[in-house]
């Protein structure tokens, strides 16, 4: 077959000698990412990263995926993040499409996600003098990434790449940012083998895993022994860890019952019969009674934050804590801890299971079915959240994978849908961005294309980046979105009903006619107002070949129960209509 060879100052030695090419830093760009697995990158082009968008073309197995929005960018390789364990890469230009990055690289970095995101830079001549387009890109997004770097000379473009793909994913993950003026893009470097010479001794550091010793494992092995209640508290370091298998196997060999925090949720089976439910804020009642009762609590990759805990003063005063976690400096922030295991969730508890000897918490189990009630919720008629999501599952015979936005919604979402699969729950938690469902729905649905990928937004957070439905539409990525309308930004009206005194200041919110919105992007719609609509709607979203939005009209004024107002203990839940509870403005 006849290989044709862009022209460039490319010259081939024999087998002795290197192959070199002469390349711009766009094409090393390219050719890099695509040598690190790189395939798929969700983006929008600008003045100062064109010099890569003019390569691309040239680098078919890199798919772009234009989104309308670069906040989309970020939260859609966010999502495609979340979905593959592999980093998910978004690109933007300089100034506004940067900053517009800002909020989906700080929810990356609150849920500890993988995002790569490459921003063109204005010419390194034209730093510092407020060029056009020009932003301090690094200095505003260094919070909020866990390493980010400015490339000054085109030689060292491919090791930032690469020390950018990896240093996302290693360790405890998180975004990164690289930045690239344009004229580093258009300058050229030889590249010798893969190589454009430069630190190619690769980096040194990067987080060692197993720091825990063996006494410290036996301490905690002779507390889980000991205890009389004892807790398993799951986060997401289950999932990122992949730790699904050891969590079970933890479980089952001790009876010891399982608690998901919101992103631990299918970490561990909701039908497993060990399975609790969520605790914290908007945790299940007995959830959070256990966590007050319970004499151990072993947390398993999450942080114990604040709306897990609620008044920290208040918490498991009981309980003595054993905090698995693969980043120390999170142990002890929050709690006190007794024992602190640092290490990757899986090989941790691998090493737990090690010096487990098997017993069962059957007393403890029971106590805690003693402190279960039926669910309380506030929604009237028979279009609840519950049927809604039930509905969902049953249409895709309990294969999709669910993308909740921020609200209410989020809590029906957390707490109602039967997560039997791995990894199938995404969310925002640490940061809570709304918006954040529909764009990341598209990175998860084209990480798993064979399975139906639902965005559940509010009325409030689909307005947000609702115009990805065009993404959608010309990329050909079937997201099933369902808006839970309920004419308000509901959480914020059920805390101004609470707490002040139902002044619903700035909580009304207009909504347009979503099927024929729907109809404008050439895409099924349909609107739902009664609970016997609600399957076949459902139904026919999932089998209809492309993107679907279903509007449910749910009831307006519904709260989420329970709740643990702010600032109280995990003891003080409201679990319903709070009437007695009001307080003025
Ligand atoms: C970007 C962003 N802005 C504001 C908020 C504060 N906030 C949290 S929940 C919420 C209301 C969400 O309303 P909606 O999307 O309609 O969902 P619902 O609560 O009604 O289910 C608001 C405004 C937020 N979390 N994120």
Redesign the pocket.
């Known amino acids: 077959m006849l290989a044709i060879v862009p022209f460039t100052s490319f010259r081939v030695t024999d087998e002795r000698c290197p192959l070199t090419e002469v390349l711009t830093g766009s094409q090393i760009l390219c050719r890099v990412l695509l040598e690190e697995g790189v395939d798929l990158l969700f983006g929008y082009p600008g003045g100062a990263i064109m010099p890569f968008y003019h390569a691309l073309p040239d680098y078919p197995g890199l798919r772009h995926v234009l989104v309308r929005h670069e906040q989309a960018a970020a939260h859609a390789a966010d999502g495609y993040a979340r979905a593959t364990g592999r980093a998910g890469v978004c690109v933007a230009t300089s100034g506004p499409g940067a900053t517009n990055l800002v ?1 989906g690289l700080a929810t990356a970095h609150m849920d500890s996600t993988p995002v790569v995101a490459i921003t063109g830079q204005v010419p390194r001549a034209m730093l510092g003098r407020d060029a056009f387009q020009e932003t301090d890109i690094i200095g505003i997004t260094q919070p909020i990434t866990k390493h980010s770097v400015l490339v000054e000379e085109v030689e060292e473009l491919a090791d930032a790449v690469r020390e950018a793909l990896a240093i996302a994913v290693e360790g405890r993950p998180g975004p990164v940012l690289v930045d690239i003026p344009k004229d580093v893009q258009q300058a050229k470097a030889e590249w010798v083998d893969g190589r454009t010479g430069g630190r190619a001794e690769g980096r040194s550091g990067g987080q060692a895993d197993g720091r825990t010793v063996g006494n410290e494992i036996d301490r905690a092995t002779r507390l889980i022994a000991e205890a009389q209640r004892p807790l398993i508290m799951a986060g997401h370091g289950i999932i990122l860890a992949g730790a699904y298998e050891e969590l079970r196997t933890l479980a089952e060999r001790t009876g010891i019952p399982v608690i998901t925090t919101l992103l631990g949720i299918s970490g561990f089976s909701e039908s497993h019969p060990l399975h609790l439910g969520m605790p914290g804020m908007h945790g299940e009642v007995h959830v959070n009674r256990a966590i007050q009762q319970a004499d151990l609590i072993l947390g398993v990759g999450l942080r114990f934050d604040d709306r897990v805990t609620g008044n920290l003063a208040g918490f498991a005063r009981n309980a003595k804590v054993i905090h698995v976690e693969l980043d120390p400096s999170e142990i002890g922030k929050n709690v006190a801890t007794e024992v602190g295991l640092v290490g990757d969730a899986r090989t941790i508890l691998a090493a737990l299971l090690d010096g487990v000897a098997p017993r069962d918490c059957e007393a403890w189990r029971e106590e805690i079915a003693g402190f279960m009630r039926p669910r309380e919720e506030s929604y009237r008629g028979d279009l609840s959240p519950q049927g809604i999501l039930g509905a969902i599952d049953a249409a895709s015979d309990g294969r999709c994978t669910i993308v909740s ?6 809590m029906w979402v957390a707490k109602l849908f039967p997560y039997r699969r791995p990894n199938t729950h995404l969310t925002s938690g640490g940061l ?4 954040f469902a529909v764009p990341a729905a598209m990175g998860a649905a084209l990480a798993r294309p064979d399975e139906p990928v639902w965005a559940i ?6 307005q ?1 980046n609702m115009q990805e439905m065009a993404t959608m539409v010309q990329e050909g990525i079937p997201v099933k979105m369902a808006v ?1 309308n ?1 004419g ?6 059920q805390w101004q009903q609470f707490f002040h005194g139902r002044r619903y200041s700035a909580t009304p ?1 207009w909504s347009p006619d979503y099927v024929r919105l729907a109809e404008a992007y050439g895409i099924f719609g349909r609107r739902v107002e009664r609970g016997d609509q609600v399957a076949d709607a459902v139904r026919e979203a999932t089998a209809a070949p492309g993107p679907a939005l279903i509007e449910f009209l749910i009831e307006q004024e519904a709260n989420v129960f329970p709740m643990i107002p702010p600032g109280a203990s995990l003891s003080e839940p409201i679990e319903g209509e709070p009437a007695e509870r009001l307080v003025p403005a």
């Open positions: 909020t936005d921020v609200g209410q919604h989020q809570g961005t709304m918006g937004s509010g009325d409030g957070g689909f947000m839970f309920n308000y930004l509901g959480m914020v009206r919110i």
